[in-house]
């Protein structure tokens, strides 16, 4: 007998860590790959935050906190909020979770119910439509192609939003594109989410400090405090302090939601780890000095990438305005006879499948099909290595493509 949920049939390993995982086991085996495929920067995490993990575990801060998090913990986030965003938070109104990623699930499985509809734009990060199906709702997904900047427009959302409508998420900076809404375009947005009250927003903020040029972070509530009642934020450490292990996520909206949620976590996972809740203390109240280093690291990385990429032939990128990924459209290669042939040697209906998995075999490049994002068009690019590393990843990227042509 085979003892399997029927709910996994609905979702798919996460893409992203599956490539990284297959480019840990080749590097194990003595392959020289370059890894374009992990979304977490190579930076350590920088020591100040380390030492106040340290301090903690010498005091014996080693014991269950409360499942939503510490009052300590709570306070940093809540003084976090208003230093930065001008927002207002209680305890009751916020929570910390094991990641970002559970603060979402947590989200997900307290507020959708079956046959709700979840408003996605995509391209999109792989987990939001699985974690909707694995709460029984229906992802909706809203296109924006490179030719809009991958940036949806007012009128696709108003067309997507039905009275089934449950949830609308608005990620911006975007994982895997790197675009991001300037504070008109979402306002615009918001003006159309106004008029539908029936709907909840989230708004994942995890790339928050890593925007680029004249662009200014805002997300709705900053902008709409109208909407405080049906907005829930996402955020947390793991982007711009370097700190994807220690797994702490945060998230703060309405405290009924908070309430479920943390409910749900009891149940679950319990507190985040005490150690790691000390450690973003750290993070959230002292220098930001580390967050600016390596954003600027992050401007001059997108840049080396942009350039090398548009000087490929086939190949077209838009310049990122956050976070540390490009993901470039490459339809006009996949016209090459000899793609054609890998294409059909492989049997994969996934394009972008197909050619990702021809350079991480042939070239020790490893890419996330853009598939896994809904756009098999394109595959997702981090820049969240040395330039050393990228430009040699890059240059084996340019020739799978020029062996291709022939």
Not at 55 to 60: I, S, T, Y
Not at 126 to 139: E, N
Not at 164 to 182: D, E, F, M, Q
Not at 361 to 375: E, I, K
């Given at each position: 007998m085979n003892f399997v949920a029927e709910r996994l049939n609905v979702i798919e390993p996460s893409?992203?860590?599956a490539?990284?995982?297959?480019?840990?086991?080749?590097?194990?085996?003595?392959?020289?790959?370059?890894g374009f495929g992990a979304g977490e920067p190579d930076f350590d995490t920088p020591e100040h935050i380390k030492e106040a993990a340290r301090r903690a575990m010498a005091a014996g801060q080693t014991k269950y906190t409360a499942e939503g998090g510490s009052p300590a913990a709570k306070k940093a986030v809540i003084e976090k909020f208003r230093r930065e965003n001008g927002l207002e938070f209680k305890p009751t109104?916020?929570?910390?979770?094991?990641?970002?990623?559970?603060?979402?699930?947590?989200?997900?499985?307290?507020?959708?119910?079956?046959?709700?509809?979840?408003?996605?734009p995509a391209p999109y990060w792989v987990s939001y439509a699985d974690m909707a199906r694995m709460a029984q709702a229906v992802p909706k997904f809203v296109y924006s192609g490179i030719?809009?900047?991958?940036?949806?427009?007012?009128?696709?959302l108003d067309a997507a939003i039905t009275p089934k409508t449950r949830l609308v998420i608005i990620n911006s900076p975007n994982n895997p594109t790197g675009a991001a809404?300037?504070?008109n375009q979402l306002e615009a947005l918001?003006?159309?989410?106004?008029?539908?009250?029936?709907?909840?927003?989230?708004?994942?903020?995890?790339?928050?400090?890593?925007?680029?040029?004249?662009?200014?972070?805002?997300?709705?509530?900053?902008?709409?405090?109208?909407?405080?009642?049906?907005?829930?934020?996402?955020?947390?450490?793991?982007?711009a302090y370097s700190m994807t292990g220690w797994r702490i996520g945060v998230g703060a909206g309405p405290?009924?939601?908070?309430?479920?949620?943390?409910?749900?976590?009891?149940?679950?996972?319990?507190?985040p780890c005490s150690i790691a809740q000390a450690a973003?203390?750290?993070?959230f109240s002292e220098s930001q000095d580390c967050v600016e280093e390596m954003r600027v690291a992050f401007e001059k990385r997108r840049e080396l990438v942009y350039r090398m990429l548009q000087a490929m032939p086939g190949v077209r990128a838009i310049m990122p305005q956050g976070a540390f990924y490009m993901f470039p459209d490459i339809h006009e290669v996949y016209a090459n006879p000899r793609f054609q042939a890998i294409l059909k040697e492989k049997n994969d209906a996934s394009r972008s499948r197909a050619f990702c998995a021809h350079l991480l075999d042939h070239y020790d490049v490893a890419a996330v099909p853009g598939s896994a994002f809904g756009d098999d068009n394109a595959l997702r690019i981090s820049y969240a290595l040395d330039e050393d590393s990228l430009r040699r990843g890059l240059e084996r990227l340019g020739t799978m493509i020029h062996d291709l042509k022939g």
């Amino acid at each position: 007998m085979n003892f399997v949920a029927e709910r996994l049939n609905v979702i798919e390993p996460s893409p992203t860590l599956a490539i990284t995982a297959r480019a840990r086991e080749l590097k194990a085996a003595g392959r020289d790959v370059i890894g374009f495929g992990a979304g977490e920067p190579d930076f350590d995490t920088p020591e100040h935050i380390k030492e106040a993990a340290r301090r903690a575990m010498a005091a014996g801060q080693t014991k269950y906190t409360a499942e939503g998090g510490s009052p300590a913990a709570k306070k940093a986030v809540i003084e976090k909020f208003r230093r930065e965003n001008g927002l207002e938070f209680k305890p009751t109104e916020v929570t910390l979770s094991n990641g970002g990623k559970q603060v979402l699930y947590n989200l997900f499985l307290s507020t959708l119910n079956p046959g709700d509809e979840v408003v996605i734009p995509a391209p999109y990060w792989v987990s939001y439509a699985d974690m909707a199906r694995m709460a029984q709702a229906v992802p909706k997904f809203v296109y924006s192609g490179i030719d809009h900047g991958y940036l949806i427009t007012p009128e696709q959302l108003d067309a997507a939003i039905t009275p089934k409508t449950r949830l609308v998420i608005i990620n911006s900076p975007n994982n895997p594109t790197g675009a991001a809404y300037t504070k008109n375009q979402l306002e615009a947005l918001g003006r159309v989410l106004l008029k539908h009250s029936h709907v909840l927003i989230c708004s994942d903020d995890i790339y928050e400090h890593i925007v680029y040029g004249d662009l200014k972070f805002y997300n709705l509530l900053m902008l709409f405090p109208e909407l405080r009642e049906r907005t829930f934020i996402v955020n947390g450490v793991s982007k711009a302090y370097s700190m994807t292990g220690w797994r702490i996520g945060v998230g703060a909206g309405p405290d009924y939601i908070i309430k479920n949620m943390e409910k749900l976590q009891g149940q679950s996972t319990s507190n985040p780890c005490s150690i790691a809740q000390a450690a973003a203390i750290a993070a959230f109240s002292e220098s930001q000095d580390c967050v600016e280093e390596m954003r600027v690291a992050f401007e001059k990385r997108r840049e080396l990438v942009y350039r090398m990429l548009q000087a490929m032939p086939g190949v077209r990128a838009i310049m990122p305005q956050g976070a540390f990924y490009m993901f470039p459209d490459i339809h006009e290669v996949y016209a090459n006879p000899r793609f054609q042939a890998i294409l059909k040697e492989k049997n994969d209906a996934s394009r972008s499948r197909a050619f990702c998995a021809h350079l991480l075999d042939h070239y020790d490049v490893a890419a996330v099909p853009g598939s896994a994002f809904g756009d098999d068009n394109a595959l997702r690019i981090s820049y969240a290595l040395d330039e050393d590393s990228l430009r040699r990843g890059l240059e084996r990227l340019g020739t799978m493509i020029h062996d291709l042509k022939g």
